[in-house]
């Protein structure tokens, strides 16, 4: 599933890409991965640019010149996928179509602007969708409302991750760190290399975390959000960036996927395990329940 970095890395790829461009065209083959009305695409949607793709957690915002928005979702299988004759931008879940030929069968939404470039929206599951909102609801949206706060911005302060991780202070801390009304964006991949940068096991309930160590996972979440945006992403491989280039984060990871390998910090064997209902990585030495 794309997490914070990978929809940070769709979001700026396009705003370098689709600002001010015209949408010509909307359609889709799917109605639930692009619940809005005819009525309201001609209406609210054809005629309309591009002025703004903002983030919040892992949703995208499209902002329109008309006072509307496009809330865009790729939950576990979404792509945006960006072509026009002399430019091409893909990211998101990590298959084919992000470099094949589009439209194909999974492609569910196709924006087009009136230079001729397209927008698709992909998606193998039909779980993503994109919808349709007034900038004056954006706020209002149930799943925006109840949304933690986001773990990159400046306000994001030790006491604001305390008090966020304190609404499920008995629980594990893994499965607060993948709750998206604890904190936004973080995802299994996150979680697991900011909890062994921490060395904290990820069984461990909150309320019996140290202080100290509860600070160190505070700069850890940061520090690793911030590599794997610079790296362009999790995805390993079929990912194309703005400027053509893949992401290469997941070479960079200290424990995912590193099963049966080497702990890079102190030798042990890296073990995968199931916490929060997810396959998790750690080390059993680092990382002590």
Same mark, same amino acid.
């Given at each position: 599933?794309?997490?914070? #970095?990978?929809?940070? /890395? ?24 692009? #619940?809005? $009305?005819?009525? @309201? ?6 005629? $309309?640019?591009? *002025? &703004?793709?903002? !983030? ?8 329109? &010149? ?28 990590? &298959? @084919? ?6 439209? @194909?069968?999974? /492609? !569910?939404?196709?924006? @087009? ?24 609801? *954006? ?9 933690? #706060? ?47 940068? =921490?060395?904290?096991?990820?069984? /461990?309930? *909150?309320?019996? *975390? ?8 505070? $700069? ?8 794997? +945006?610079?790296?362009?992403?999790? /995805? ?31 030798? $042990?064997?890296?073990?995968?395990? !199931?916490? =929060?209902?997810?396959?998790?990585? +750690?080390? #059993? ?5």
């Amino acid at each position: 599933m794309p997490e914070l #970095p990978e929809v940070e /890395t769709v979001r700026r790829g396009l705003n370098n890409l689709s600002l001010n461009k015209s949408i010509s065209k909307i359609a889709s083959d799917w109605t639930k991965s692009l #619940p809005v $009305t005819d009525e @309201d695409m001609a209406k609210y949607i054809v005629g $309309t640019k591009i *002025i &703004n793709v903002g !983030r919040r957690g892992k949703l995208l915002i499209m902002e329109l &010149n008309n006072n509307y928005s496009l809330l865009v979702h790729l939950r576990m299988t979404g792509q945006m996928v960006y072509r026009s004759k002399s430019e091409t931008f893909g990211a998101g879940h990590p &298959n @084919d179509s992000l470099i094949g030929k589009l439209p @194909d069968k999974s /492609t !569910r939404v196709i924006i @087009d602007f009136d230079d001729g470039s397209k927008l698709f929206f992909n998606d193998q599951r039909k779980f993503g969708w994109i919808s349709l909102v007034k900038n004056t609801e *954006i706020n209002r949206v149930k799943f925006l409302r109840t949304m933690g #706060p986001e773990p990159l911005e400046e306000g994001f302060t030790y006491k604001i991750f305390k008090s966020s991780l304190k609404t499920r202070w008995n629980s594990q801390i893994k499965a607060a760190l993948l709750d998206q009304h604890v904190i936004a964006g973080i995802g299994n991949i996150y979680a697991d290399e900011s909890l062994w940068m =921490a060395k904290i096991h990820p069984l /461990t309930k *909150i309320s019996d *975390i140290s202080e100290a160590k509860l600070k160190n996972l505070y $700069t850890s979440i940061k520090e690793v959000l911030l590599l794997s +945006i610079e790296k362009g992403g999790s /995805t390993d491989r079929n990912y194309v960036n703005a400027e053509g280039k893949k992401g290469s984060y997941i070479s960079f990871a200290r424990v995912f996927r590193r099963e049966g390998k080497q702990c890079y910090r102190c030798g $042990t064997i890296i073990k995968k395990m !199931r916490a =929060a209902g997810r396959g998790t990585h +750690i080390c #059993p030495k680092c990382q002590k329940l």
